[in-house]
């Protein structure tokens, strides 16, 4: 059989491959140890088969004529014109890979640390994949909609049920504050639907581009503002952070390591395709306003993370710094800036996700996450300390290092858009170096305080087996960029492309873009 | 693809990309860093904090001459911090005891002479003096290292002494480093230090002030350094006598043996040095090394800077014939300063610490406050630990976590769930779920519908 016959279905199959795993680990009996390994089969065979994207994307994505691959669309409800249309481009094509990765490792995380309702917890981590990958490959506003939507419950559900002492607070805070942005998502989607008849993303910008559809006066900047805001409240852009720091301490490993390296960037994400791809004008011409909120929260979020007691909200806080740099470089309008972005989304998403395994791994140990608890840990982990050194090297953006790679041409795009903020958010460089080197300085040297650390065992197989491939991929992204920007630049690029367009239609803001794109 | 930049653009350039160097390279005010590092391993402190990592700040300012020639205010910005470093971290050098920390603040010195070099656009003096500094410093390192393995890891002078008969090929292999790094000819750092201090002097960037600090400078290093000689090496070995019948073999490094000279596999890369701090500086006679650099040196004459930057010519250009043998004289004389500076410096450590062992703690208590000062290396960890870092932290604590992201942000988020929930409180009145009360709404529901008909019927 030629592979190439699978393409059609290769995305479908990858995004609900988990769903139907977990359909039936639903009925499978309640034997934990079983359903730990099948939830760890499931998520390996879901990876597998996802990494056929990137291994013929550029094949398919040379024979075809639109700028997305793997497309599929097939009719799904008529009334309502909604459509099953799917397809990745060379930024969504790493995000699904990024989620198809991530899984195995939490579900190897909670192999331990979850004990009670295993069944129930591994249905949702993979109900939670379907949905996130869902949202990466969606071209249907309503289907995407759909799968933003859907990772919802399952994300609070793992919070409130899995998670630790203030758990509940934290899920409904979670799922509210996402909630009720969304909802001014829908607004906007709705009103396009209204004008235009259609929910797909590819005949929608079309339309919005002709001028096909009549939008009056201030409506653009309403409707850019409804997809904007929910957006940035799952970014989470300054000042719509404060679910993240509690979702996260609530949480267990497997769901901040998601909701860290995954749900954030749906974030991003949406504010690249969405926001950028379908009001263009109205994006380049807010951005001043966004780079600032942007270079805010990365100052803010790493200063923020410096004096947090406690290690996994400091981490939680880092994360609002480093998505603040994703957002800024997306904003520069920029080839730079934007590569940059998508990149570091990818970057971010391996580093946090490993920091908050490695915090796990300390918490199944000791179940706190106070820094005070700590101290000297390198003696009795020293396997431990060498991997967390690894990635937090990764996290500070260390040359060699993936980070590096991202922060740097953000920085550069940032720069170019307008020095002072790319002068202002180099700033962010020190930051997270402080209060990152602090953290691993009181964990890991220094007398140990507490007795009971003296005893700590080291990082175990299962432990290193999550640990070391992502510490490898840090590196390797970090020295073999074009790996993986070679398809996201092209993709970028047909972005800004689409974007000078728009202005040039618009007119009078054509020469800026003009000098920008150089 | 031609660049062009401005003036100011090129200035900030310069001053920025110092910045880094300063930081790179220990120059004040980021210098606080080397000394501490010295809590590494001898040999990692010999490679990457003396000859290698830290002299790629110079190596950067070298290297972008370009711009800095067409750069005068951060060229005079490099030539002043280098100048201050090497002046200030020379004193502190004075005043340390451990064997180790003098070489640091020794290395953060020299490292100021290396950029005064740069910063009179004398870059290939600089590179010079970059290349024979790191042959006498690291057999320096490697030396105080031999020391501290020879006496059970003491690194505290005070605690040495006499080591001279225990290990004499480290003795006199730091002899030679010392004699090269105090600027005494024939060794290797008399041609570079010379020709740093010429430059300094006669350089269009240059003045004499700058050179005057510079042979300020030479004396103490060539005071401390035989200082560290003299504690370390003459007199009576002042470090815990060996314990009678103390286990042999066991415990080599902390053990309370007699001294003894290291073996043979550390004594071989100082020998190697020693010839290298010996002969490395004959490189420079005749000025070979200049031409050897001449072709990564853009020559900018100082009116085409003048000129790009639109200010007032400061000083004269014109070399003539008789202006160039009027130089050749006035060279021998600095030479000749340098090295009588360089051997008072020597002749003072003798008196003081071989003559007469008593006089310094007298001097010691004498100067007070300044020599406490000196010795706390001017309080500026401190400094910075009150002054920048102390700050930073609360402001971030009370003012950025406690009060606007907890209570301002947060509490808005919280506040407005509270305000949905009682505005929900009061609207969940109408579900009482009393008959009464719900056909009173509908009487006043049916009421409000007729009085609404019967006024518009009115109309």
Known sequence: MNISTLNPWILTLTTFLPALGALLIAFLPRRDRDIRWFALAISVITLLVSLHLPAHYRDVAATNSGSFAYEQNLHWITSPNIHYHIGIDGISLWLVVLTTFLVPFCVLASWKSIHDRVKEFFILLLILETAMIGVFIALDLFLFYFFWEATLIPMALIIGIFGHQRRVYAAVKFFLYTMIASVFMLAAIIWLYAQSGTFDFTELQHLLASGAIAVPGHTALWLFLGFFVAFAVKVPLFPLHTWLPDAHVEAPTAGSVLLAGVLLKMGTYGLLRFNIGLFPAEAHKNAPWIMTLAIIGIVYGALVALVQPNMKKLVAYSSVSHLGFVVLGLYSFTRAGMDGAVYQMLNHGISTGALFLLLGMLYDRRHTYEIKEYGGLATPMPIYATLFLLITLSSIALPLMNGFVGEFLILSGAFQAKAIYGIVAATGVIWSAFYMLWLYQRTFYGAITAPVNATLPDADVRERSILWPLAVLALVMGVFPTLWMNSIDASVAGILKDTQNAMSSASTLQVKVNTVLK | ?459
């Open chain 2, 1 to 459: 693809m031609p660049v062009e930049a401005t003036a100011g653009v090129l200035t900030a350039i310069g001053l920025l990309m110092l910045v880094g160097a300063c930081g790179k390279s220990a120059q004040i005010p980021l210098y606080v860093w080397l000394p501490d590092a010295m809590e590494g391993p001898t040999p990692v402190s010999a490679l990457i904090h003396a000859a290698t990592m830290v002299t790629a700040g110079v190596y950067m300012v070298c290297r972008s001459n370009a711009i800095f020639s067409r750069a005068p205010i951060a060229l005079l910005a490099v030539t002043i911090i280098g100048t201050l470093t090497s002046f200030f971290a020379a004193t502190i050098g004075i005043t340390q005891t451990d064997i180790k920390r003098v070489l640091a603040y020794s290395t953060v010195s020299q490292l100021g002479y290396m950029f005064m070099a740069a910063g009179v656009a004398a870059y290939s003096a600089s590179i010079f003096h970059l290349m024979t500094h790191a042959f006498f410093k690291a057999l320096l390192f490697l030396g105080a290292g031999s020391v501290i393995h020879g006496i059970g890891g003491e690194q505290d002078m005070r605690k040495m002494g006499g080591l001279r008969k225990y290990m004499p090929w480290t003795f006199w292999t730091m002899l030679i480093a010392t004699l090269a790094i105090s600027g005494i000819p024939p060794f290797a750092g008399f041609f570079s230090k010379d020709e740093i201090l010429w430059q300094a002097f006669s350089s269009p960037h240059g003045s004499k002030i700058f050179w005057f600090f510079g042979v300020i400078t030479a004396f103490m290093t060539s005071f401390y350094m035989f200082r560290l000689i003299f504690l370390t090496f003459t007199g009576e070995y002042r470090g815990a006598k060996p314990e009678a019948g103390s286990s042999h073999g066991s415990h080599d490094d902390q053990g309370h043996h007699a001294p003894h000279e290291s073996p043979w596999l550390m004594l071989a890369p100082l020998v190697l040095l020693g010839v290298l701090s010996i002969i490395g500086g004959w490189v420079g006679i005749g000025n070979r090394f200049e031409h050897f650099l001449d072709p990564v040196i853009q020559k900018v004459s100082v009116e085409q800077s003048v000129a790009q930057n639109g200010e007032a010519v400061t000083k004269p250009v014109s070399d003539g014939e008789g202006a160039a043998e009027e130089s050749k004289g006035l060279e021998n004389i600095l030479m000749g300063v340098s090295v009588l500076v360089a051997f008072s410096g020597l002749g003072l450590a003798w008196f003081l610490y071989v003559k007469r062992p008593e006089l310094p703690s007298r001097i010691a208590e004498a100067s007070g406050g300044l020599y406490t000062l000196v010795l706390n290396k001017y309080w500026i960890d401190e400094l910075y630990s009150a002054a920048i870092i102390g700050p930073l932290v609360a402001l971030s604590r009370v003012v950025l976590w406690q009060t606007i992201d907890q209570k301002v942000i947060d509490g808005t988020v919280n506040e407005s769930a509270v305000a949905a929930r009682d505005v929900s409180q009061i609207i969940r009145q109408q579900q009482s779920g009393l008959i009464r009360s719900y056909a009173g709404w509908i009487a006043a529901g049916a009421a409000a519908v007729v009085a609404y008909m019967v006024w518009m019927g009115t109309r």
